[in-house]
């Protein structure tokens, strides 16, 4: 029993930074069509862009301030580094078939990886002890700060964005260029912005996940977005590719399955079984968990 | 019951809460040009989409030379002698109007997937039975001077006559041609007429689909009208243009495409 | 084939026949690699660009091949030469079984599933499956590839016998170009509905398709163990096969669109060892300048492909 629970507590953690990661993917999927293969790789600069800010410019302090700042400012960052790869990658084929935007994608990412090896070199970095390696133990069972923060902030995230998109103006525009981008644009909704805003939402959610994939993981290395982000995508389908509650859902499901499968079976086929999943689900109801059926005319 | 007769017995075909097509019955028989029209969104692509399996009826059933096709996919009714053309023409754009007619001879050729890897003397003559085939179309169609040009770069004319050819290289018994006049002149018009006409010569039954009303008197010779998914008049030309209930339905004017 | 073709392809091969005597070992060893990568990069093909199906698990049916050769090889004491068939016919069937369940999904899908194929297949490897694979080191102390009467032991052998396997393959892939089959496979690119409605059997082509870019891809696994005489999992890693995925994008659905994408990716690094590090870098940009500039590949398939005889005119007699 105690595996189940503490397997539980990981699995949410780790489902917390996928769904994070996960509605990058899903929300730039819903208006553009597009899997923004790059966005791993952005999640994974943010780490190190996070490492470069608390050396460089906070100085290696890690109070509270400053590790907010460093939150802040990555965010920044990484969100300004998003619009620009929508202006320099996507925008161009806007109106060209969908392979020619999947290589596209393909392309800026391994720009990106490949940026931040030439920056922060090929080996792997340490990440900063931002949290106090605090843990406490409720019989049997591990919980770390680091994971409290994990779960509770991703929460508060996603309750933010949940009610921005279901509540506000700019939320339903953004449902609605969802559902038709060129509908949305007759009822003169700006579609250019609107996908600026999903970008700079995506990065920066994307950021804070590749934030706590360095406090919780510590090892962070330049080629890991594509696991990361190949993982985040599959929460994405798996909660309804374009859904912004589903990919919630998604992650926090394969972070528990992922955590259950590494507890109960081996760490060592985690992976294998996770794609498999992924392509049980795909077979048996592609539209994922929470997704529609959108018929094809004619 | 005379043989190369299409049936249509009770079809229906619902979308969700819409019903698109409305427990329709239809005749067609051997060598009969045949015409089906109505308003605009009164479900008639519809109708041929259940006929030709792109979208299979929920109700009813069809028959063809007495035989149930009405659950068979796509590619197994096209291999039965029924073939279509599409109102927005479907060609296969980058490839050049002879490769485009090639298509249509997929169902007549007699190679296996093996002949992929590796040639039979046997495979290579049934290469060249149907590259000169398609060379039959070619001049029937009088395509010949655009044998290699790739068809998106044909005029919008010449493309339906590709479609055409492409489908007459199937060898079909019954061609099915969905608003073939749409966008054409009227001198295009005429040609497609005619062209119509020699196509039945050979043997072929024609059903067909058409907003140009002057054409359809010109060229039917029985027809069936539905509105809303269901049949509102059948008869002859000369009798549809009398019905008031069709009259009604389109409100007295039809427009030129 | 045009005539220009015919020079093309000659001038190509005789460059290629006579490169052995130009080069040392280990130069000759790149080359081997430059084609068995071709070899691969042509399976590519077949699947995504002829047939325009998203597939990023290529170096799935690579590895199968290699792996089939190396365990029949140094488990069960098989020549190579005798493996071939096998690595072949199982990579083959594996992308029947594969394609079966997948084959309908839209392309973001199928490419998803295809690069989780791939995942699923390197940790299986990895995890030393059924106790034949080897773990993350793989199988080493592969025999060479004997070919009785020649010394077969040499790179210079190696590298002929990988020259004449590029041979046979383009041989295959021209008769599937002048084929029912071939041809099917690009209708069905184009226009899936108008295909299947002029009477293609849109879902057995596909897993055709999915086979034949499998078979071809395993009997280049074979020359890869023959050449390294190990194999390993990270060889066949998903990353491979986004590299072969992007070759035939960016080179063109055409062969020496595929060649020159295949000599850019694999040996100029070689040639510039200080471009090997900036080389995914590179080609990064050059995907997205190619995806905007010139969105069917630096150089595209052509079409239009019509035999003589029926391009001369009414002069031939019966029909």
Known sequence: MDIFFQQLVNGLTIGAMFALIALGYTMVYGVMKLINFAHGDMVAGSAFVGLSIYTHVMGEAASLPAVIAIFLLTATVVAFFGILLERAAYRPLRSAPRLSAVVSALGASLIIQNGIMLVWGPRMRIFPELIPQLSWEFGGVIVSLIQLLIMGLSLLLMIALYLFIEKTRMGAAIRAASIDQDAARLMGINVDRIIAVIFIIGASLGAVGGLFIGLYYRGITFNMGWQYGLYAFVAAIMGGIGNIPGAMLGGILLGLFNAFIAGYVSSTWADAFTFILLIVILIVRPTGILGERVAEKV | MATNDLLLENVTKRFGGLTAVDRLDMEVCQGQIYGLIGPNGAGKTTVFNCITGIHPCEEGRILWKGEDITELPPYRIAAKGIVRTFQTIRLFPQMSVAENIMSGRHVKSSQGWWHGIMHTPKSRRDERKNWLKVEEQLEFFQLHEFTVQPVQSLPYGLQRRVEIARAMAAEPSLLILDEPAAGLNDKETMALLELVFRIREMGVTILLIEHDMDLVMQLTEKLTVINFGKKIAEGTPAQIQQNKDVIEAYLGSDDDD | ?319
């Open chain 3, 1 to 319: 084939m045009k005539y220009s073709d015919y020079y093309g392809y000659a001038l190509f091969f005789l460059i290629l026949v006579l490169l052995p005597s130009f080069l040392d070992s280990r130069w000759l060893a790149v080359a081997t690699t430059f084609i068995i990568f071709t070899i691969v990069a042509l399976s590519q093909d077949v699947v995504l660009g002829k047939s325009g199906m998203f597939n990023m698990g290529q170096a799935l049916f690579f590895g199968l091949g290699a792996y089939t050769s190396a365990i029949c090889n140094t488990k069960f004491g098989m020549p190579l030469l005798a493996t071939v068939p096998l690595a072949i016919i199982i990579p083959a069937l594996f992308g029947i079984i594969l394609a079966g369940p997948i084959i309908h999904l839209r392309g973001d899908y199928l490419l998803v599933v295809t690069i989780g194929f791939n995942i699923v297949f390197v940790q299986a490897l990895q995890n030393n499956l059924l106790g034949l694979t080897g773990g993350p080191n793989g199988i080493f102390g592969i025999d060479v590839l004997r070919i009785p009467g020649i010394d077969s032991g040499t790179q210079s052998a190696v590298y002929y016998i990988c020259l004449a396997a590029l041979v046979m393959v383009l041989i295959v892939l021209k008769n599937l170009e002048k084929s029912k089959a071939g041809r099917a496979l690009t209708y069905f690119r184009e226009d899936p509905l108008a295909a299947e409605s002029i009477g293609i059997n849109t879902r057995v082509y596909k897993i055709f398709a999915f086979a034949f870019g499998a078979g071809i891809a395993g009997l280049a696994g074979t020359l890869y163990a023959n050449q390294y005489s190990a194999v390993s999992p990270e060889a066949f890693d998903f990353v491979q096969s986004v590299l072969f995925f992007s070759i035939v994008i960016v080179g063109g659905s055409s062969v020496p669109g595929i060649v020159l994408g295949v000599f850019v990716m694999f040996v100029l690094p070689e040639i510039f060892r200080d471009f090997a590090t900036w080389r995914y870098f590179i080609f990064g940009f050059a995907m997205i300048f190619t995806m905007i500039l010139r969105p069917c590949g630096i150089w595209p398939a052509t079409y239009g492909k019509v035999p003589a005889y029926i391009l001369k005119g009414k002069q031939h007699g019966n029909k």
